[in-house]
Every structure is written in structure tokens, then in C-alpha cells.
């Protein structure tokens, strides 16, 4: 209410002031044809000055906001898989029995372009994501989500993720997941039927993470050279991948 009362009080203080300026040109220079000529002129310039404010100088801020919010993102992105997806992708990639048949397709270099991107995409797109639930350490799997829950807690609360469905869908896969492992105290004698969907919330992790990963690593490339390249020598699926510049 305070906020609305000092608005109005401004508008009247503006108009108070207009008025004010006018009647000084009319006492020093006694043309009132003048002053309607030139108060009609700015008053038929205003829908020229509403449509300038409205459309181009709010989209030009519109843009820079979103722009921002954008790199906001990112960086949220960026935290996650140097926190958690990294690992997490490396881990359920080594249990995937189809890897051999992408793997060659995630192999990222300086040298993809935009086409290369999206032709890998594409090919994920049909990819099934299989997961050998034999394979994987579910102590292991529950033991790390459990360690990283604040984290998780603490991204799912970030709002620049409303940005973003398919990451905060991805943001909400592993947290279910994480809970499904917290509500079993014995993971090492599950039912056949108890593990298939254990199976099928992991598998819905593991895709969502291929593909938010290829996205992030095409930010990367485009935006951070230098953290595109720590990311291709910590590449998650190139079994030669090494930090350590040789």
C-alpha cells in the first residue's frame, strides 16, 4: 500500500511539474498556441514511446534476463555432474551389457559441430539404456545417494531449475530412486519381481543422464573451452579417459 501511495504521489508530483514548467513559458513568452502545439505533438508521441518501452526495450531486457537465468542453469548443471553425475554415469554405463553400441558415439571431441550433436541424439533417442541389475552394488549405489541427499535436497530447491524440465525430471529420478534404496534395509535378498523395478528406476536415471550429459557437454564446448576439455579427458564412457595431460 505504501509503495502504491508513493507512485501516485510521484505521478502527481510529474504532472504538478509539467503544469508548472507550462505556465512559465506562457508567463515569459505569452504564445498559448504554442504551448497546445507542442503539448499536442508530445502527447500524440506517447503510443510511439509506450511501443518502444513495451516491445523493444523489454525484449532487450527480456533477453539479457534470460540470458542470464540461462548461464544460472548451467552452472547448476555444471555442480551436479562434478558432484554426482559424473560418477553416477560412469558406474551404470560400466553396467550397461549394449554400451559397445554407442559408446564410439560418445566419444566428444573439440572438432564435433552442432549437426554431430544432434545426430548423436537422434541415435540416443532410440537407444534402450538397459541396465544388468545383476551387475550393479546396490549398497554401493544407495551408500552414495545417501551420502549426496542434502545436495540433492538443495538442487531440487534451486529456482533457475524451473528453466529446465528434462533436468529437474532427471533431478527427480534420482531422488526417487535414492528414497526406493533407502526403504530397504536388506538390498542383498530382493525378490525377482522387487528388482525389476529397481531396474526400471534406474534405467530411467541412466537415460535422462546420457542425454543431459551430451547437452551439457555441447554448453561446454561452446562456452568454456577450458571445462569442455577437463570434461573430455574425464569423458565417462572413454575407457582411456585421464585427467592428466599427456
Known amino acids: 500500500m505504501k509503495e502504491k501511495n508513493w507512485t501516485l504521489l510521484f505521478a502527481v508530483a510529474l504532472i504538478g511539474l509539467s503544469v508548472i514548467l507550462y505556465y512559465f513559458h506562457f508567463l515569459i513568452f505569452r504564445d498559448p498556441h504554442h504551448i497546445y502545439i507542442y503539448a499536442l505533438g508530445d502527447i500524440a508521441f506517447i503510443p510511439v514511446e509506450v511501443l518502444l518501452v513495451s516491445l523493444v526495450i523489454d525484449q532487450i531486457l527480456e533477453f539479457r534476463d534470460r540470458r542470464s537465468r540461462f548461464e544460472k542453469l548451467n552452472m547448476v548443471i555444471g555442480m551436479f555432474f562434478t558432484r554426482m553425475g559424473t560418477w553416477l ?68 530447491e534451486n529456482p533457475a531449475l524451473l528453466e529446465h524440465q528434462y533436468f529437474t525430471s532427471l533431478l527427480q529420478g534420482v531422488f526417487h530412486l535414492a528414497e526406493e534404496l533407502e526403504k530397504r534395509p536388506d538390498l542383498a535378498h530382493l525378490p525377482e519381481n522387487d528388482l525389476a523395478h529397481l531396474s526400471g528406476d534406474i534405467e530411467r536415471v541412466y537415460h535422462a543422464l546420457i542425454n543431459e550429459w551430451l547437452d551439457y557437454m555441447q554448453h561446454l564446448k561452446k562456452h568454456y573451452p577450458y571445462l569442455f576439455s577437463l570434461a573430455m579427458r574425464t569423458n565417462p564412457f572413454d575407457d582411456s579417459a585421464s585427467p592428466i595431460i599427456r
Not at 544432434?118 to 540416443?124: D, F, G, H, T
Open 89 to 156: 554415469l560412469t558406474y551404470l554405463s560400466d553396467q550397461d551389457p549394449n554400451l559397445d553400441e554407442i559408446k564410439g558415439n560418445l566419444i566428444v571431441t573439440d572438432q564435433w559441430t552442432t549437426e554431430e550433436f544432434q545426430r548423436v541424439r537422434k541415435i540416443l533417442q532410440r537407444y534402450p539404456a538397459r541396465i544388468n541389475i545383476g551387475r550393479v552394488d546396490l549398497g554401493v549405489l544407495k551408500q552414495f545417494l545417501h551420502a549426496n541427499e542434502d545436495f540433492l535436497v538443495r538442487m531440487l
